[in-house]
T-cell receptor
Framework: DAKTTQPPSMDCAEGRAANLPCNHS???????VYWYRQIHSQGPQYIIH???NNETNEMASLIITEDRKSSTLILPHATLRDTAVYYC??????????????FGKGTKLSVIP | GAGVSQSPSNKVTEKGKDVELRCDPI?????LYWYRQSLGQGLEFLIY????????KSGLPSDRFSAERTGGSVSTLTIQRTQQEDSAVYLC??????????????FGPGTRLLVL
């Protein structure tokens, strides 16, 4: 299984871009990188995912390095409501048709007024 | 419904009692996951259902844990003879496998289980 490494916490000033890094040096060629976030006392919320190309949606951008060993989630204009734990996940295929998501401890992002 | 719902939202039980946790997935979603999250920890995979296929039970921590999914929709996670270490938030997620590249798992709000 490809494991991910994230810093335990980060601060970001409100209105600035938040750049959350993730290392996944053992990722295999058919594994996708997913990002979820979990606001306190809520279930995880999907943000974005990608394979090797950079991706952008209404919530964030995902930048994946050419060797795919690391990625960065970018929240372009962080707001106080973006304060959450952000999980970088490599989708693991268990072999039984189960694309389970293996969650680590994530990065606790605190957006500061 | 608009999203995944779970019930109860909170459950307090005594050690040794059995509990049942319910998950109503998004209508039409063929796949359903159960995870649990202990305090301050990441999510731990428990079990996966996909259509009529045999479930992937590889994450269940002991034989006290079981789950079923009736009619391909609602799922129930049962914990027998609860122990204090079972205290956690139990999360359910569903997704539609018809478009595997676009798949995302949608999570419910969770059931907070406290075993005294």
């Amino acid at each position: 299984d490809a494991k991910t490494t994230q810093p335990p916490s980060m601060d970001c000033a409100e209105g600035r871009a938040a750049n959350l890094p993730c290392n996944h040096s053992t990722i295999s060629g058919n594994e996708y990188v997913y990002w979820y976030r979990q606001i306190h006392s809520q279930g995880p919320q999907y943000i974005i995912h990608g394979l090797k190309n950079n991706e952008t949606n209404e919530m964030a951008s995902l930048i994946i390095t050419e060797d795919r060993k690391s990625s960065t989630l970018i929240l372009p204009h962080a707001t106080l409501r973006d304060t959450a734990v952000y999980y970088c996940i490599v989708r693991f295929y268990s072999g039984a048709g189960s694309y389970q998501l293996t969650f680590g401890k994530g990065t606790k992002l605190s957006v500061i007024p | 419904g608009a999203g995944v719902s779970q019930s109860p939202s909170n459950k307090v039980t005594e050690k040794g009692k059995d509990v049942e946790l319910r998950c109503d997935p998004i209508s039409g979603h063929t796949a359903l996951y159960w995870y649990r999250q202990s305090l301050g920890q990441g999510l731990e995979f428990l079990i996966y259902f996909q259509g009529n296929s045999a479930p992937d039970k590889s994450g269940l921590p002991s034989d006290r844990f079981s789950a079923e999914r009736t009619g391909g929709s609602v799922s129930t996670l049962t914990i027998q003879r609860t122990q204090q270490e079972d205290s956690a938030v139990y999360l359910c997620a569903s997704w539609d496998r018809t478009s595997w590249y676009q798949e995302t798992q949608y999570f419910g709000p969770g059931t907070r289980l406290l075993v005294l």
